[in-house]
């Protein structure tokens, strides 16, 4: 039986919906969805699931794509044309399409919507719960992964949203022990008041930085001081120098955190050169 799919304003045969490769929901989970049962071909708990997704997408400061009359015609549409009696209908609302970064696109794009529905075999499912489950328990880890560069950078998004508002280029994320982890989208460093550089160490959750392995390299055949003891917003603050390093970032020199300006406010001399040093090494090494 031919499936549609809903794609931002159109439907279109399931095996053919696709949505934008740079679609923010793709590339960095900044999106919300909601999924209703479908009995008789209605959906269950409609006002529920409206009322949570428009909560989540304000949460998220994501534009609500259309009316809730609007949308709830849309999904009955999609539930109709997929002949769907006992099913699901499923709704996923990103905030849209634009170049890779983390922060909210400036000026906002339209947010992207894909509904889909599917028929369950209502019976079979019956026959199943009448025979009752089981569960198992895991750790609650979601998410303490950090270590792992996955896609789902929602937090990273809004944590680099919140630096763009606030004049700055990066957030340091400070764990519950008062500790800095890492930034947004880079790993973090100080030069302390005795000089001895410092990051956080990789038993942490935080992504193991190449450019930050490769630094050590650099930062090892200097003989700097060096230690990966971890240090609070306010040691950062007091600190001769910061930088953060990453893809991206390469070695950016930081000069103030939250506000607070680290000596003079211009860039270290330590961390000036750290970045001349690394772009030579890394541009020798670059196959
Ligand atoms: N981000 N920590 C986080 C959370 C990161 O996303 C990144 C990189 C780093 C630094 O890793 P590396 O030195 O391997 O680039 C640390 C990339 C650049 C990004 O998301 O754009």
């Known amino acids: 039986m031919s499936r549609f799919a809903y794609v931002n304003g159109r439907f279109v045969r399931h095996g053919e919906a696709a949505v934008h490769i740079e679609d923010r929901g793709y590339q960095l989970a900044d999106g919300v969805y909601e999924v209703w049962a479908v009995f008789d071909g209605k959906l269950a708990d409609a006002e529920g699931h409206f009322t949570r997704l428009w909560r989540s997408l304000d949460e998220l400061r994501i534009a609500h794509p259309m009316s809730q009359a609007s949308l709830l015609m849309v999904l009955r549409e999609a539930v109709r044309r997929n002949k769907v009696k006992e099913g699901l209908c499923y709704l996923q609302v990103t905030r849209g399409v634009a170049r890779r970064d983390h922060a909210f696109p400036n000026p ?32 609650e880890t979601r998410w303490a992964r950090c270590d792992i560069k996955s896609i789902g950078l929602l937090p990273n998004a809004l944590a680099k949203q919140a630096a763009r508002e606030r004049g700055a280029i990066e957030a340091w994320f400070v764990d519950d022990m008062g500790l800095v982890t890492e930034g947004a989208s880079s790993n973090a460093w100080i030069i302390d008041a005795e000089g001895t550089l410092r990051t956080r160490d990789t038993n942490a959750n935080i992504l193991r930085g190449i450019t930050r392995s490769t630094l050590l390299e650099v930062i090892r055949a200097s003989g700097l001081p060096f230690s990966e003891k971890p240090f609070t917003i306010a040691e950062a603050q007091a600190a001769k120098e910061a930088f953060i390093t990453g893809a991206g970032s390469l070695v950016t020199p930081i000069v103030a955190v939250d506000g607070v300006k680290l000596g003079d406010g211009k860039p270290g001399p330590v961390a000036t050169r750290l970045r001349r040093s690394y772009i030579e090494l890394a541009r020798q090494k670059a196959v």
Not at 127 to 138: F, W
């Open 108 to 139: 906002a794009v339209p947010p992207s919507v894909v509904i889909t529905a599917k028929s369950l075999d209502r019976a079979a499912t019956e026959a199943k719960a009448a025979l009752g489950a089981s569960v198992v328990s895991v750790p």
